[in-house]
C-alpha cells in the first residue's frame, strides 16, 4: 500500500533515503533536469539544489549526500 504520495515538477531518476517513517524521515530526490528536491514528513521543502550538469549516481552516508554529475563533477552536500 502507498504511505506518501508527492507530486515533483520534474522526472525523478535517483532517490536517497534518510530516517523512519514513524518518527522522520527526508527523502532526497535528483532529476533528471539537474534539480535535487527534499521531501521531508511528506511535504516538498522549498529549498532547491540546481546542478550544472545531468546528474549520473548519487549516495547518502549520514548526512552528507553525494552527487556525481555528467561533466565529471562529484558534488557533496550537507543536509540538515
Not at 534518510?18 to 532529476?31: H, K, T
Not at 545531468?54 to 549526500?65: D, F, H, L, N
Request: with cysteine.
Amino acid at each position: 500500500s502507498i504511505m506518501v504520495k508527492e507530486t515533483l515538477p520534474s522526472v525523478p531518476a535517483f532517490i536517497c533515503t534518510s530516517g523512519l517513517l514513524d518518527v522522520e524521515y527526508r527523502l532526497i530526490v535528483a532529476c533528471r533536469t539537474g534539480t535535487i528536491y527534499i521531501i521531508k514528513n511528506g511535504k516538498l521543502i522549498g529549498t532547491t539544489i540546481e546542478l550544472e550538469a545531468r546528474p549520473t549516481a548519487m549516495a547518502m552516508s549520514g548526512k552528507s549526500v553525494m552527487v556525481g554529475c555528467m561533466q565529471n563533477v562529484l558534488h557533496s552536500f550537507h543536509i540538515k
